[in-house]
C-alpha cells in the first residue's frame, strides 16, 4: 500500500484515499450477512419438505445399510396398508407391472420396501412378492437405525 506524499491537495480527494492520503482497508460485510440471512431462511423453510412424502413409523435394526451408487425406487406400506411407488399410490395387483414400466430392461435396480412397524408381516411379503414377480431382485427392507 502506497501513502501519499504531499499536500493533500485536489489531486486526492476523489482517488479513494481516506485522511491524509491512507487508503480505507475496511470491507462492509452488511450485505453479506443480508444475503446469508435470507439463504438461512430459504434452507430452513425448504429442507422440511425434502424429506419422503409418505408417513411410515419404521422399525429399528443394528443392521448396516446396503452400498451401491444408482437411485433406488421406494415401495412404501404405510400405517393403514395402502402402498406406494415412491409417493404415487398403486395397487398390490399393479404394483409389478408399474414397476417393470418405470424399471424397463434394467433387472439391477434396487427397491426399497418401506414398511410401517404397525403393518401386517403378510402385507410386507406380498409386496416382495409381486416385485419378485416383476423380475426385480434386489430387494432390501428399509429401518431406522437402533439407538
Do not use: C, W
Not at 424429506?51 to 393403514?80: F, H, I, M, R, Y
Not at 404394483?95 to 417393470?100: D, R, S
Not at 435396480?109 to 414398511?115: E, H, L, W, Y
Amino acid at each position: 500500500m502506497g501513502m501519499g506524499v504531499g499536500g493533500g491537495g485536489a489531486s486526492h480527494r476523489n482517488t479513494g484515499r481516506g485522511y491524509r492520503g491512507q487508503q480505507f482497508t475496511e470491507i462492509n460485510v452488511t450485505p453479506f450477512v443480508d444475503v446469508m440471512l435470507v439463504l438461512l431462511i430459504i434452507f430452513m423453510v425448504t429442507a422440511p419438505m425434502l424429506t419422503a412424502g409418505v408417513v411410515v413409523d419404521l422399525p429399528q435394526s443394528a443392521a448396516k445399510p446396503v452400498p451401491g451408487n444408482d437411485e433406488p425406487l421406494t415401495v412404501s406400506v404405510n400405517k393403514a396398508g395402502d402402498i406406494f411407488i415412491q409417493e404415487t399410490p398403486t395397487d398390490l395387483e399393479d404394483l409389478g407391472a408399474k414397476l417393470q414400466a418405470i424399471t424397463g430392461e434394467k433387472t439391477e435396480t434396487r427397491i426399497f420396501i418401506r414398511g410401517d412397524k404397525g403393518i401386517d408381516y403378510g402385507l410386507v411379503m406380498k409386496v416382495i412378492g409381486e416385485i419378485n414377480k416383476a423380475g426385480l431382485l434386489k430387494v432390501a427392507l428399509i429401518s431406522e437405525v437402533q439407538g
